[in-house]
């Protein structure tokens, strides 16, 4: 007899006897690309329908302009579409934020951002783009996506962009691919640069090609060199568990995430790696 788990719910009918209903969960492939196709599609999916509203968001700009109540209302339907957007911004021609949404972060209309090299791009070059990962004001590591925005005679008006958080996203979505599995995931940008770890530690934010924190595992750098590089493959390194114990084989397979076939294209790669259940907790083991 083979046992399948099984989602239940029971209510109280009297003292006597409960009513109840249930159904048998699907059981979860053990082949860790199975999940990290999903991880993997469903990433891209939601970064789609980022840019698809604000591909729409961009064409209500053109008619109404980029400041004001109207532009105001198109932000908040902008930053409320998606659980994942923290806000909706216009940008100025001179790189100044023209509106924000939502009221919280108001004070910021009126800075100057033109500064910032990936605000420099988007306005020199003027068309969709999606940012590296960059310290952004509202306090946390984030990405954003940008269209230009141009009215009717197509004049450039402006840039409207939605920010998010991309730790968060890749945490959402890695939890849904992975549940009921024995695998953990993580993700890098192009540079190397941990965005995401699902094991608790310290370590996003750092370099896996340049941190000293990783020296002692040159299987592990040079796996992340060919994740950079190859847009999707499988490999293995050698870890030592630093509390001691015998040495052990790891494999991983990844795939890459991104945004692409856009008018003008663009691309944010990062690079996801899904690992056995053995590898829970290495980038905490390997924090300093």
Known sequence: MTLEPKMSYV????????????????????????????????????????????????????????AGSAANATLARLAASSPHAEDAVTISPEGRIAAVMPEKYWAAVGANVGNES??????????????????AAEGFDAVSIRRPVTNDTEAFLGLVS?????????ADHADRALMGTNFTAWA??????????????????????????FADYPE??????????????????????????????????????GLTGLSGGFWWPKRSDCLPDEDYGIFHRLST
Not at 35 to 51: K, P, R, S, Y
């Open 220 to 257: 592990l750098v040079a796996l992340a060199k060919r994740m950079v590089v190859d847009p999707a493959g499988s490999g293995t390194y050698i870890f030592t568990p630093t509390g001691g114990g015998p040495t052990v084989r790891k494999e991983a397979v990844w795939a890459t995430a």
């Open 188 to 213: 890098i940008d192009t540079d190397g640069l941990l965005i995401y770890d699902r094991d608790p530690g310290d370590l996003v934010g750092r370099n896996l090609n340049t941190d000293p924190v």
């Open 118 to 135: 990936h605000n420099q791009q988007a306005l020199r070059e003027r068309r969709p783009l999606m940012t590296s990962v960059f310290p």
């Open 162 to 170: 939605i920010l998010f958080e991309p730790s968060l996203l890749l």
């Open 11 to 66: 209510a109280p009918v009297d003292d006597t006897w409960w009513l109840g209903a249930g159904i048998y969960l699907s059981r979860p492939s053990p082949d860790p690309s199975v999940a990290l196709v999903q991880f993997t599609t469903d990433v891209n999916a939601t970064l789609a329908e980022m840019d698809r509203n604000l591909s729409s968001a961009a064409t209500d700009l053109g008619r109404t302009g980029i």
